[in-house]
């Protein structure tokens, strides 16, 4: 057990939908990173937080948003979803901004 | 661009048949190079962090080195339970301080009994 919680695990939406994936970092962690992992794909990075504050961004679609709030958990939200925004979802978080990051279990989306 | 590169894409071993992963990188300023460990459908497993050149980390049958241009991951005797995908992440220097952790596809082995 990481520590880094995500909730769901699973998720079924329709096309077109908005979902909101939420993650809990480790105690004392204030970095908080969300990737996304395609079947046939690597981890792509999506976007990082530290303390509240956005820090980097990777390929994340404009649909796409994330926050991270004062209790240091993070959302992000998925809207307009389309087939190919299925995907494993990870969340991972550090304690600063290069050191190891520890991941949760995912979230798998699965966009019908 | 920064980028992180794995070989081989997978890898078969008999059990007890000791090999090396690879991760080259090329970033603008390495800041930390980290391996982890993936089994299907859960989240990555931190296994370990180099941050410099020469630098060595072990545990159990798994052995990571740092040069300038790549690291390695050794594993000696493996058993079917080593069988998982091997990442290799690298944090990268963005503009204003920050970094990116940026990931390479991994190496997918198999250990076989």
């Known amino acids: 057990d990481s520590g880094v919680t995500q909730t769901p695990k699973h998720l079924i939406t329709a096309t077109g939908q908005r979902v909101t994936l939420r993650c809990s970092p480790r105690?004392?962690?204030?970095?908080v990173y969300w990737y996304q992992q395609s079947l046939d794909q690597g981890l792509q990075f999506l976007i990082q937080?530290?303390?509240?504050?956005?820090?980097a961004k990777g390929n994340i679609l404009e649909r796409f948003s994330a926050q991270q709030f004062p209790d240091l958990h993070s959302e992000l939200n998925l809207s307009s979803l389309e087939l190919g925004d299925s995907a494993l979802y990870f969340c991972?978080?550090?304690?600063?901004?290069?050191?190891?990051?520890?991941f949760g279990q995912g979230t798998r989306l699965t966009v019908v | 661009e920064d980028q992180v590169t794995q070989s081989p894409e997978a890898l078969r071993l008999q059990e007890g048949e000791s090999s090396s992963l690879n991760c080259s990188y090329t970033?603008?300023?390495?800041?930390?190079l980290f391996w982890y460990r993936q089994d299907p459908g859960k989240g990555p497993e931190f296994l370990f962090t180099?941050?410099?050149a020469g630098e060595e980390k072990e545990k159990e049958r798994l052995k990571a080195t740092l040069t300038k241009k790549e690291s390695f991951l050794h594993i000696t005797a493996p058993k079917p339970e080593d069988s998982a995908t091997y990442l290799c992440?690298?944090?990268?220097?963005?503009?204003?301080?920050?970094?990116?952790?940026?990931f390479g596809a991994g190496t997918r082995l198999a250990v076989h009994p």
């Open positions: 991972a978080s550090s304690v600063g901004t290069i050191t190891e990051a520890f």
């Open positions: 180099l941050y410099s």
């Open positions: 970033v603008s300023g390495l800041r930390g």
């Open positions: 105690s004392g962690d204030l970095s």
């Open positions: 992440a690298v944090h990268t220097p963005l503009s204003g301080g920050y970094n990116k952790l940026i």
């Open positions: 937080y530290y303390n509240g504050e956005e820090r």
